[in-house]
């Protein structure tokens, strides 16, 4: 029997490129891949899943949050299905 470990769905702050908003992903790992999916519009990509994805993911966040201070608009994405328009 094999066991699979439930691994729970990673938010984070991300420009979509379908849709052109920012806002926020859901990162799903299954095994070896990822499915990255846009809460707004439904946009899906495929990741390759690696363990250091995690602290990509965080060094991004890291980057959305420092970004922040210049473009107050940032902190409003905090929910799924949030989505700003940035010129």
């Not at 920012?22 to 990509?45: F, L, M, N, R, S």
């Amino acid at each position: 029997m094999i066991i699979e470990k439930k691994i729970d769905p990673i938010l984070h702050r991300q420009k979509c490129h379908a849709c052109g908003y920012y806002t926020i992903y859901e990162a799903i790992p299954t095994g070896d891949t990822a499915t990255d999916t846009c809460t707004y519009c439904g946009h899906q990509v495929q990741l390759n899943w690696y363990s250091d994805l995690r602290a990509a993911i965080k060094s991004n966040e890291k980057w959305f949050k420092d970004m922040a201070a210049v473009v107050p608009e940032l902190d409003q994405l905090k929910n799924r299905g949030d989505h700003i328009l940035l010129d």
